[in-house]
């Protein structure tokens, strides 16, 4: 039987696919416990690959009966690289979390598993984890729970009172791309199913801080354009999602290697619409238009840029008399450089210099053909095209 | 103090009087454009503006980054130790920040020059003056003090002795060696608050891993 340590060390690795970010939970806080998931802070580690691990990610175990062919511990794996089969003990995990909670290394736990024998049976054991936690160690800091394929109505909502956060994988976009990696799980009864029941969960106060999912990228044949329409439905009102996360599918090797960047184009691609879409409130379908007719999104360039310029008549923005919604559709302006602008106009301070506008935090070499400050137009759309063309 | 990110002039003020070069007359100076220029400071748009703006902003950035990377030693006594070394005078700020986590303990943080003894509990309104020649004395005069105050005690078993050890495993599983790229690594925690919020284990492990970002291939036909 593996030690705390090795179990660690197999559990972690196997959960080191899975994505999530750690948050602020609007849940109210216990005076008497330990932590606090209330406040907002910068995460509190960070791996040499710029990932996030503000949250302890393990799994409870990593047997498993599906055989996704993505996945490290699927049943058709038969690399060397798939590990002992082992699992954590409520108690061990609920202690493990605590400990780097208190050393200040994490802000919560993220806590997932393989589906050892069914995901109702597994879903007991997340629940009494997190019960534990909750009611014996008095625990207040953030807990993200995964949700099982196929889990039952009672068991997820069991989990739910206790979580800030649910997430379940769709991993792909339709029913067809999902078949063609997985044959023992089915996308209508275990993942739609089960993901319709969330946004009731979340309307009557459970899951304050929501429910995600996430999408491996080129495990099967999908194409972007599937992968948007997708993504688009679950961010409408009936769905809710809080976030959708992309994860390139990487081969499942004995000796990993390190990949270009441009390996990981197309994720950063899909999480850019992903931006556009949730924070930019761009519509679905000017995104849908910066597909190819292939159905992919061009990696070339930045899709705001594209659709900035295929929006050319509505450009220059007057720096001065732009709304919000209208400054967010500059390139190299956010919402905090838009919010900005805007409290200060409110202000009464009116921006006429560039410097000012460095200040405030807006990306001088995008922004400038698509603005106009004062009388002057910085530089020409056109003279931007035949700039960009000569780079 | 408030320390989101849009602050206003006063804020601004505020901060930047605990910048290592901040001195009475700069403070003066300052006071006297926040009162006549206030928007010279929140859009930095004039030299002395620009400069207080410059100076609460490093503040502020110490403040964050250290409270959220320097690591703790829990002590039984509901007590909880970290050390760090702080540019400007910002230690009892960092002790403030990390204590709004842990409302039941008493957070001590020692910088090379100084330390700050804080804690949001109710039942210790005053902190008596901690003093001793070493780490180790003023660590124990403040165990001293939380048992004759605090009725309360840390269970032992979640303390972990090992639990450094094991932070330092789980990080390197975590690692998907496919993806490195401390370019981004270095954008969240810069090279500077690796040194100064004391992070050995990262510290190690990214120095471990160093050649092989020089062995990173370029190009996507590289790869192929």
Known sequence: MPGILEKLRILGEAAKYDLCASTASPRAHTPGSIGKSVTTGVCHSFLPDGRCISLLKVLVTNRCIHDCKYCVNSTKNKTKIKQTITSFEPEELAKLTIAFYLRNYIEGLFLSSGVGKSANCQAEIIHETLHLLRYKYNFDGYIHAKVLPGIGKDELYRIAELADRVSLNVELPNKTRFNETCSTKDYTNDIIKVTKLLPDMNKTGHIPAGYTTQYVIGAAEETDKEILEAVFKFYDEDWNFRRQYYSTCLPLELKPRSFPRDFFLREHRLYQIDWLRRIYKFSPDELISVVNDTGFIPLKEDPKVTIARENSEFFPVDINNATYRDLMRVPGVGHTSATRIINLRNKGVLIHKNEQLKTIGVVLKRALPFLKIGEKKQLTLADFQKKEEND | ?224
């Open chain 2, 1 to 224: 103090m408030s320390w989101v990110c849009n602050l206003s002039a006063s804020e601004y003020v505020e901060a930047a009087k605990y910048h290592k070069d901040t001195t009475v007359d700069f403070i003066e100076k300052a006071l006297l454009l926040m009162k006549s220029q206030p928007y010279e400071i929140t859009t930095g748009c004039s030299v002395f503006g620009k400069q207080i703006k410059k100076r609460a902003n490093q503040v502020l950035r110490e403040i964050h980054l250290l409270s959220a990377y320097l690591r703790l030693q829990p002590y039984q006594e509901m007590i909880l130790v970290g050390s760090c070394k702080p540019e400007h005078n910002s230690v009892y700020f960092i002790a403030k920040t990390i204590a709004k986590r842990f409302d039941q303990f008493i957070i001590v943080i020692f910088s090379s020059s100084d330390f700050a003894v804080v804690s949001n509990r109710r039942d210790i309104p005053h902190f008596p003056n901690f003093s001793g020649s070493s780490r180790e004395d003023i660590i124990n005069s403040v165990r001293d003090f939380a048992a004759r105050n605090i009725t309360q005690k840390l269970p032992e078993d979640l303390i972990l002795d090992e639990g450094d050890l094991l932070w330092e495993k789980y990080y390197e599983t975590q690692f998907l060696e496919q993806r490195l790229n401390p370019k981004l690594f270095h954008k969240f925690i810069p090279k500077y608050a690796i040194e100064k919020a004391e992070m050995k284990i990262e510290g190690k492990f990214l120095k471990k891993i160093e050649h092989q970002s020089k062995k990173e291939c370029s190009t996507l036909d590289s790869f192929l």
